[in-house]
């Protein structure tokens, strides 16, 4: 009798059990490969939070393990050297990048520099002359990783009586870019065709022109209000008062001008650069960075009108129209030079800048250590 008892017991809990694990698992069991994610959301091949959580990456490609977003701090400079991250920005925000960008942009290459000096920036473009001098006064801490701005400087005449270098004889040029590479460039140009140069800070007497520096909002408002007849701009700030007033016209292109020297390299303004600690530590989160930025400058150039506003809400360019102008004007020098090229389009380039004034990259020619993932 109470072995009868017994059984029955043990079969009672037996049922019982198997209930209770039925019940539960109609409530719990997902599809296969789903996660529940925060607040919801399923998590499987999108991404949540800018964190790709499932096992699709970008380009359609499928990995067995999740991949969490890198943050990066990214500093673009407004102007030229911005233009071709805007559409990166927009794709960043809308959670579409691999990485997790916070983009700043800045109006100072001095800002910039210290960002990155301390670690507030972890990428940044800037002027190559700039990039360069880091690279020395920070014993190898910045890197090279990316061309983007090839020759966007203009002379500008409120007048018709500047159409060679030859001309700017006897007269007073405003530049912006003082400690950077429209200062060198302009300098170079003038001295390679036998003019003697004084500036506020190197005066020389009876010089054949006088440069005086400013920055390139004052000298932009400056010559659009016709209060000033000749200076030296870029590319965006040149096409703006080229649309405001219309006595000025472009003079003389400084790219061709460079050019005619024939110094063997090209005259290269801008480049992305990475603290070499944050590269060392995320390899692949540069990977991404190049992909998403050789893409965003792409897109620019395919779709000018909505890089237009895109540059416009972004703070890089004032107006849209003058950015959509100004993209065209860009044309060939919005640029994405990455890999070997780097090294082979810049070290002629920091060689004329070195043999005329050795402080204009920081006082040597960068070695092969300034060029990410030399060799």
């Not at 007033?245 to 003389?252: D, Y």
């Not at 061709?256 to 480049?271: F, R």
């Not at 000018?304 to 060939?332: F, H, M, N, Q, T």
């Not at 090294?343 to 380039?349: A, D, F, I, Q, V």
Request: aromatic share 6%; with cysteine; net charge negative.
């Amino acid at each position: 009798m109470k072995k009868t008892l017994l059984l029955l017991l043990a079969a009672a809990l037996v049922l019982s059990l198997a209930a209770c694990g039925a019940g539960q698992s109609g409530k719990e069991t997902e599809a296969p490969g789903e996660t529940s994610a925060p607040g919801g959301e399923t998590a499987g091949s999108e991404t949540v939070n800018n964190e790709t959580t499932g096992s699709e990456t970008s380009g359609g490609e499928t990995s067995g393990t999740p991949e969490q977003a890198v943050p990066v701090n990214f500093a673009v400079l407004t102007g030229p050297t911005g233009m071709g991250a805007v559409k990166l920005m927009e794709s960043s925000d809308k959670g579409e990048t691999r990485n997790r960008y916070t983009v700043s942009a800045l109006a100072d290459n001095q800002q910039i520099q210290a960002g990155l000096i301390n670690g507030d920036f972890d990428i940044a473009a800037v002027a190559t002359n700039v990039a360069a001098a880091l690279y020395n006064k920070t014993q190898g801490q910045v890197q090279v990783v990316a061309l983007n701005t090839l020759g966007v400087l203009y002379i500008l005449e409120k007048g018709d009586t500047v159409h060679s270098v030859a001309d700017l004889k006897g007269k007073t040029v405003y530049s912006p870019g003082q400690g950077a590479n429209p200062e060198y460039a302009l300098k170079y140009i003038l001295t390679r065709n036998g003019l003697t140069v004084s500036t506020d800070q190197e005066p020389v007497e009876d010089a054949d022109v006088q440069i005086v520096f400013d920055d390139a909002g004052v000298i932009q408002t400056k010559m659009a209000a016709g209060e000033i007849d000749l200076a030296m701009l870029p590319v965006p700030a040149a096409t703006a008062v080229l649309i405001q007033n219309q006595e000025v016209r472009s003079a003389l292109d400084m790219t061709a001008e460079w050019d005619a020297l024939e110094t063997g390299g090209q005259l290269t303004m801008g480049c992305v650069v990475v603290r070499t600690e944050f590269a060392q530590e995320n390899p692949q989160a540069m990977e991404h960075f190049l992909a998403d930025y050789e893409a965003s400058i792409t897109a620019v150039k395919a779709d000018p009108e909505g890089a237009a506003a895109l540059c416009e809400s972004y703070g890089i360019v004032p107006k849209a129209p003058i950015a959509k102008k100004a993209i065209a004007d860009l044309g060939d020098s919005l640029t994405y030079v990455a890999g070997d090229s780097v090294r082979t389009t810049l070290e002629p380039y920091f060689q004329v800048l070195f043999d005329a004034n050795p402080a204009s990259i920081g006082g040597a020619m960068p070695d092969s250590g300034f060029y990410w993932n030399a060799g």
